[in-house]
């Protein structure tokens, strides 16, 4: 019988129904909607609903999003049974949870989701499958060669309009004249993107998706009153846990709330920071070869290189037109290049890129929000979580000596009492801090 990690493997989706779990609110979706461009039934689950599922078949030392998404693949499937009755059979779906290499427990969530998946007689016949950073997310496997390439092109495509959705979205909505218009514009933009990309497909121009994040950046600026700017909060932290509103209890609405307008880091950044190492591991490995004089394998790296230098070189690209079409029309804020975030590593001296992990982004993110004018800085994560903590015992020194207000936001599900109060504490400071710049005395 097949080990539990062997059974969770890259596999022809084709003829499957491919279950995603809800992480960005945009990104999610327009991932689904590229997939199903390409023939592949993608849907999203419901979110959060299954929490319940996810913590009484863990133990609680397992990170919180790993909870969560095991809840709604659960939650999902118990609903599916009971929709199809004796037609539902597991093997007709395929459960899509990405991994990581390196230390962050991220990259064992689909072997210890597919442990749990076996112990239920209903459901152990379900497929898991992913793709990983190691190979920077190859599609060779789940789709057609003469698919794979152009798929993770859309892909890519759709999650930087996801994260730019999504920063029009919070420049916009703390100067709404009414409330709510933001939040419906994007639901409506969001749907004639999932259309546009489900018609086009492969042969997508992108000429038709930033029309409609233009015409959504413009329609954004119309809806906001011109009030004095408020505090300005950056947000930096584990991927998930602050991409998913319901994991961090609705964070960036309650510093809405209390007088904040945030950016949060996004998604586009991490898949460049992948794209980015994978592109110094190669360059490592030629330098390796030649100082060995070992020239047969050289061929093999440097077409692996090239292909790297090429695909960075279609992220930049991509991202920078993507930004410019909303840029045009309301003044989000842009990403942070990868080798810009690198280089205040190397100036500081904080951390390195040779350490790896999420930590490198969020420590130099944090410190670049700075640079930039920011009044505050969060680290959202879940409990426990490695690269965070390492975030916070480098952060939290350097920003009190900085004078910046700082706060750690960890979540595992449970009701903190003392966070409310914290919140309102830092959004203080952060607005003193802001009327202090603006008096000229910051």
Known sequence: MESAPARVRKINLYGKRLLIPMMHPFGAPLLAACFRAFGVDAVVM???????????????????????????????????????????????????????DGPCRFGMYNKMQRIVLDTIAEFKDINVSYLSTEDSYDCGEILPLRD?????????????????????????????????????????????????????????????????????????????????????????????????????????????????????????????????????????????????????SLFSLWKGWLSHFLERYYQRQKQRQIYEAALAYLDIHPDHPVEELREILEREGLYSFEVGTEACLSIAGAIKYIEEGFDGIINVFPFTCMPSTICSAILRPVLRERRIPYLDSPHDGTIQPGRELALRTFMYQALLRCKSKKGGRG
């Open 148 to 296: 794979a390439g152009e798929f993770k092109k859309l892909a890519y495509l759709a999650s930087i309009v996801g994260d730019v959705l999504d920063r029009i979205v919070l420049r916009a909505r703390p100067y709404e004249r009414k409330k709510g218009s933001t939040d419906r514009l994007a639901s409506a933009s969001l749907d004639r993107i999932i259309s546009i990309i489900e018609e086009e497909g492969r042969n997508i121009p992108l000429s038709l998706l930033l029309e409609e994040v233009s015409r959504t950046a413009r329609e954004a600026a119309s809806l906001m009153d011109t009030l004095e700017r408020r505090p300005q909060i950056g947000i930096v932290g584990e991927i998930y846990v602050r991409s998913h509103p319901w994991s961090n209890e609705h964070l960036i609405r309650k510093i809405e709330a209390y007088g904040g307008e945030v950016t949060n880091a996004t998604v586009g950044e991490w898949l460049n920071f992948v794209s980015f190492e994978n592109f110094r591991k190669l360059k490592r490995e030629i330098e390796k070869q030649v100082r060995e004089a070992r020239w047969i």
């Open 46 to 100: 419901d979110t959060y609903k299954g929490l319940f599922l996810g913590k009484e078949y863990t133990s609680s030392k397992e990170c919180f999003p790993c909870q969560i998404t095991l809840g709604d693949v659960l939650f999902f499937l118990k609903h599916e049974k009971q929709r199809l009755g004796e037609e539902f059979r597991a093997c007709d779906y395929v459960y899509f949870m990405p991994e990581s």
